[in-house]
């Protein structure tokens, strides 16, 4: 069964700095996603994103956050100069459709701690 | 504003009995429902929807839901629970209109043996 794949699994990272969370979507989705959950929170979207332009972003997703698709296959989401609350589990995800029945499928997620 | 509760946070039965976990949504249009499963240091794995149809939809692992209108309720269910079946499951929702799907705050379900 196809999936949505993420690297890294895990990452720590000191305050300040950069991160760069790379996902590889499901290959004929045409839709992509990143959401987050805080340890003991709700999953909570970020960012949707189709045809190279952001569709839909939240209140979370702030000057600090970029997304990107820089080839035909991957998707990823930046993280500048990171702070102790953006540790949490960041979810990629993707759909074929992005009509509201559309199923969205998720990949295993990378574990940020910011440190 | 679209939005899901999960109404218990915890959910035990012992193995062989029936499960419930409860969800309750809150929609402007027709809803869209989902139900997702979470093992430990795992990703959302989808287990069913409800889109339209019949009010009853089946899924993977023997595990259905059920569409309440009226109640604006989409509980999912399973006759006989399994211990492999211990995990978090979360409820979610689209509006018509809508590209994201709002999460219930999860389930965590324990089947004992």
């Known amino acids: 069964e196809p999936e949505v794949t993420q690297t890294p699994s895990h990452q720590v990272t000191q305050m300040g700095q950069e991160v760069i969370l790379r996902c590889v979507p499901i290959?004929?989705?045409?839709?992509f996603y990143w959401y987050r959950q805080i340890l003991g929170q709700k999953v909570e979207f970020l960012v949707s994103?189709?045809?190279?332009?952001?569709?839909?972003k939240s209140e979370i997703f702030d000057d600090q956050f970029s997304v990107e698709r820089p080839d035909g296959s991957n998707f990823t989401l930046k993280i500048r100069s990171t702070k102790l609350e953006d540790s949490a589990m960041y979810f990629c995800?993707?759909?074929?459709?992005?009509?509201?029945?559309?199923?969205?499928?998720f990949g295993e997620g990378s574990w940020l701690t910011v440190v | 504003a679209q939005s899901v509760a999960q109404p218990e946070d915890q959910v035990n039965v012992a193995e062989g009995n029936p499960l419930t976990v409860k969800c309750t949504y809150s929609?402007?249009?027709?809803?869209?429902l989902f139900w997702y499963v979470q093992y430990p240091n795992r990703g959302l794995q989808f287990l069913l929807k409800?889109?339209?149809?019949?009010?009853l939809v089946k899924g993977s692992y023997g595990f259905e839901a059920e569409f309440n209108k009226s109640q604006t309720s989409f509980h999912l269910k399973k006759p006989s629970a399994l211990v492999s079946d211990s995990a978090l499951y979360f409820c979610?929702?689209?509006?018509?209109?809508?590209?994201?799907?709002?999460f219930g705050a999860g389930t965590t379900v324990t089947v004992r043996a």
């Open positions: 995800a993707s759909s074929s459709g992005q009509i509201s029945g559309n199923t969205i499928y």
């Open positions: 290959s004929n989705h045409l839709y």
């Open positions: 994103f189709y045809n190279n332009e952001i569709s839909e």
């Open positions: 929609v402007s249009g027709n809803p869209y």
């Open positions: 409800y889109i339209t149809g019949d009010n």
């Open positions: 979610a929702v689209r509006d018509w209109n809508d590209y994201k799907l709002s």
